[in-house]
């Protein structure tokens, strides 16, 4: 007899997954309104929605920036939003902002060595007791950021200051910047805003290429062409409430989500 309560293939948990999120700055409504999102392990998964829906809120919500009324976050099978940004980080999910947030005044090269994981050498104990791991820590470092410069085509900027960038070379780096925490997940917050279309077009082959070679990201982008060459799957947000979550292609055709951008 077959016990239909075992299934053959082991149930796959997405690597990120929250439900019933709740955001309330003290207006009459919530920025987010009992929110569900789930990001399949090796995805592009897609956040769309019009101005001010709570996309943002809502990433600040699944990385504990702000911390969230209600509501649960699973990732990679663990609660997460008890722990501080820093942890959830360090755990593999890692974040950009609509604004890139880059040190204009330290150098290209140094931003991706500052973004790092924990080395021996930032223990104080250790930068006398174990001198020659510390130097190999750096030149592989090093040369992590350069590989990560060469990847995003930065390389030839990377000892620029970081000010120097455009601003669609300051989203590479921020990117570049997340890549360097060797991350299961990246969100990305408007990756392709206020970039010239050649970059934008550059982005996404990288994003396309990571992706490939097994990184996980969940976009948030008001520029369609971008959602639907790259995602798998769109979640739509309007009002801080899910309204769709589906293909690209279902989505673009969804009259509700026509409504709701229409709308604005
Ligand atoms: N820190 C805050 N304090 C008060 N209200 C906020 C705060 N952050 C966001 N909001 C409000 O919450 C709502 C959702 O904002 P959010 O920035 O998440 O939208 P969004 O979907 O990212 O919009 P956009 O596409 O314009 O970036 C908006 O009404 C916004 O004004
Ligand atoms: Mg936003």
Known sequence: MV????????????LLAASGLVKNFGGTCCAVDRARIEVPQGSITGLVGPNGA???????????AIRSDQGRVLFDGEPIHHLQPHIIA????VRTFQV??????????DNLLLAAQKQTGEKFWNTWFQQKQIA???KAQRQKAFDILESIGLAHMMNEYA???????RKLLEIGRALMADPKLILLDEPAAGVNPTLINQICDRIQG???DGMTFLIIEHNMDVIMSLCDRVWVLAEGRNLADGTPAEIQSNPEVLEAYLGQ
């Open 3 to 14: 016990n239909e309560s075992t299934p053959s293939q082991p149930i796959e948990l997405p």
């Open 210 to 212: 990571w992706n490939r």
């Open 100 to 109: 890139a947030r880059v040190l204009s005044r330290l150098s290209v090269l």
């Open 163 to 169: 000010g120097a960038l455009s601003g669609g070379q």
């Open 54 to 64: 709570g996309k943002t809120t809502l990433f600040n919500l699944l990385s504990n």
């Open 136 to 138: 190999q820590e750096e």
């Open 90 to 93: 360090r755990m593999g999910m």
